[in-house]
């Protein structure tokens, strides 16, 4: 579809979810160009192996997956029906199935459709007309609960609503299919978890469900079901959204990393920084996971595909009873042969290719996943947690942190051998570099991009990554690598323990930024015509069922 500069003038109606059928959307570029970023991908794995009643349950859960994906789009958009009655290019249609509306996820939020403007920073968790002076003189206590809503009375004032009173309906639909799903499911943890997430769902209550989750330990089957990540709402970051993802525990691959956790208190202890900011001692009730994703909808399907799970993300449970980390093994794997391999073709210097390597990928996303459980959950005065201070900048801060202390940890590990007798630290190097360019696409304005521009940022600053001018190639200096990301975990870790808001505030402002010749780099990559993201072909039909 060529450009085209029709100018639509849009009624309030029509953006307030009421139909103004005269009006077609069109593209503000190209569509099928846009598209064309995204590579499909079969979800599927062996489920041979999966007893008859464990594949009885998989429709169920499906089912319940797509009531996710319908009240997802309700947070991120609001009517879809409408939406899509207004859009006839079927490229744009699929462009906007993967961005769950209008804005390019992989592009700062920026609109694809002629007239529809700025994503708004509260998504549908608030009124568009909202000051944020009206939400402070707000006196209800649940304002600021992850599973709440604001929202305008007859009166036009604003007032709380629970999940479970504003997405009643599908919810009760839910928790009946969880239900029906638990009768059948025989690994007894798995039952307890579908039994008590089915209540969450009619009770926004999820503590009891997110610690039955983490009892599950060697089940075939595995669900990730409900309001769960905070990256949709970019006003204050409070409300959680929804999502639901089926998986299928790989035993061979989960069985060779598990020890790691026992590992968890020695690598606490390793952290560069004060006793102060690591004195907080991990859990080795965590657990790891290796699964294939078989079917993923609602948050997690969004443009930007997820590789691995830190959950749950309530600091109580996580104190009670750690996490568990699940890593998306074809996922990862796809990711990695489509888009990986051909961007270090592309931006790194032919003699450091050999070093960009799947299981390189695998080690630096398991601990970063591990990582996520690392250093402080709440401030270094006891008074608050980490996420109240911080606020907005919780997440960014909190990926950040992730990122560059999980190459903390492959350092620690490779010391010891833990990782493997033929384990190289310079695969992790490289291949991570390789990483950063792959996040980087999914644009600089998110939460992930923001993470990753300040690690780009702070490695070029300290030549752990230098550009060469000819070639237009990077290649890392090992040593200096090494010593950035000791001195950027430091930081990260003292900004969490500290807890200032200001601080946070300023580093962000000042690294999370896209310098010139990077914006060069990535149109290259647009050029060459790398993908950006895959998208997921999924249903019973991918598992032959």
Not at 37 to 48: F, G, H, Q
Not at 430 to 441: D, E, K, P, Q
């Amino acid at each position: 579809m060529k450009n085209r500069l029709l100018l639509i003038t849009l009624s309030l109606s029509l953006l307030m979810g009421c139909s103004t059928s005269k009006v077609e959307y069109v593209c503000s570029t190209d569509a099928t160009k846009l598209a064309g970023e995204y590579i499909p991908v079969k979800l599927t794995t062996d489920v041979s192996h999966l007893s008859k009643n464990q594949q009885k349950i998989l429709p169920l859960l499906f089912e319940v997956s797509d009531i996710m994906d319908n009240i997802y789009w309700k947070q991120a958009w609001g009517n879809k029906e409408v939406l899509f009655e207004h859009i006839k290019d079927n490229n744009l249609r699929k462009l906007t199935t993967i961005n769950y509306g209008p804005w390019n996820r992989l592009d700062g939020d920026n609109s694809f459709i002629v007239g529809i403007g700025n994503k708004s920073l509260g998504a549908e968790f608030y009124p568009k007309d909202m000051t944020k002076d009206e939400f402070d003189q707000l006196k209800d206590p649940n304002k600021t609960s992850h599973y709440t809503i604001i929202k305008r009375d007859s009166m036009n004032n604003l007032k709380v609503v629970p999940y479970h009173l504003a997405y009643k309906s599908e919810l009760d639909k839910a928790s009946s299919l969880l239900k029906q799903a638990a009768t059948l499911a025989e690994n007894p943890p798995f039952k307890a978890y579908l039994e008590s997430i089915a209540q969450s769902l009619v009770d926004d209550n999820y503590y009891k469900s997110d610690m039955a989750w983490m009892d599950i330990k060697d089940s075939k089957l595995n669900f990730v079901v409900g309001p769960i990540e905070r990256y949709e709402d970019q006003l204050y970051g409070y409300k959680n959204s929804f999502e639901a993802i089926v998986l299928v525990r790989d035993d061979s691959w989960s069985n060779k990393i598990d020890h790691i956790i026992q590992l968890l208190p020695q690598l606490q202890k390793a952290l560069p920084v004060d006793e102060t900011y690591k004195s907080e001692v991990p859990s080795l009730n965590s657990h790891l996971d290796v699964c294939d994703v078989v079917y993923c909808k609602g948050d997690g399907n969004g443009a930007g595909k997820t590789i691995a799970l830190n959950l749950p993300n309530n600091p109580k449970v996580q104190q009670a009873k750690g996490s568990r980390r699940i890593y998306l093994k074809n996922c990862m794997k796809a990711k990695f042969d489509k888009i990986m391999v051909p961007i270090s073709k592309e931006l790194i210097v032919r003699e450091q290719q050999q070093y960009v390597t799947f299981d390189a990928f695998f080690d630096n996303t398991l601990l970063l996943e591990i990582a996520h459980g690392l250093g402080m959950n709440h401030t270094v005065d006891g008074k608050h947690t980490v996420m109240e201070q911080l606020k907005e900048h919780y997440s960014v801060i909190e990926l950040g942190k992730a990122d560059i202390v999980g190459l903390f940890l492959i350092n620690e590990l490779d010391k010891v051998k833990a990782l493997g007798e033929n384990h190289d630290i310079k695969d992790n190097y490289v291949t991570i570099m390789a990483g950063i360019f792959r996040a980087l696409r999914f644009g600089g304005a998110n939460t992930h991009g923001k993470a990753n521009m300040i690690r780009f940022n702070y490695f070029c600053k300290y030549g752990a990554f230098e550009k060469d001018m000819v070639t237009g190639k990077y290649h890392v200096d090992f040593d200096k690598m090494h010593d950035a990301m000791v001195n950027l975990s430091k930081i990260y870790l003292k900004l969490q323990g500290d807890g200032n808001y200001d601080k946070a505030s300023a580093f962000i402002y000042d690294l999370a930024v896209i310098p010139a010749d990077l914006e060069a780099d990535l149109v290259k990559l647009e050029t060459a015509g790398i993908p950006r993201d895959i998208v997921f072909e999924q249903g019973l039909d991918q598992l032959d069922l």
